[in-house]
């Protein structure tokens, strides 16, 4: 599968912004979809992840009532709302998928990785 992040950008604090990662390859349904963070020279960070049906969804507890995950599986695009942006969640954000199943939080990672996109939060 191959994801493609897109929606990043420059945001006061306060704001809000839509990730969105467009999937194509094979069955977008069969994987488990989830967003990750990653700051220059620190380890990535799990922010999200979402059933294959959509049905459940998991959170970091930095982002919990902030950051809605949702897909749509018609569309293969899943999406990342956040809500009320901080500084500290300016980092590079990426979409990944994982064809293991529903394990979170997902510690060690996807199976397969979208090219980032930037968030940045001005104070």
């Known amino acids: 599968v191959q994801l493609q992040a897109s929606g990043g950008g420059l945001v006061q604090a306060g704001g809000s912004l839509r990730l969105s990662c467009a999937a194509s390859?094979?069955?977008?349904?069969?994987?488990?979809m989830g967003w990750f963070r990653q700051a220059p020279g620190k380890e990535r960070e799990f922010v999200a992840a979402?059933?294959?049906?959509?049905?459940?969804?998991y959170y970091a507890d930095s982002v919990k009532g902030r950051f809605t995950i949702s897909r749509d599986n018609a569309k293969s695009t899943v999406y990342l709302h956040m809500n009320s942006l901080k500084p500290e969640d300016t980092f590079v954000y990426y979409c990944?998928?994982?064809?293991?199943?529903?394990?979170?939080?997902?510690?060690?990672?996807?199976?397969?990785w979208g090219k980032g996109t930037q968030v940045t939060v001005s104070s």
């Open positions: 979402i059933n294959r049906s959509g049905s459940i969804v």
């Open positions: 390859g094979r069955t977008f349904s069969s994987y488990v």
């Open positions: 990944a998928a994982d064809s293991t199943g529903w394990s979170p939080p997902y510690y060690h990672g996807m199976d397969y």
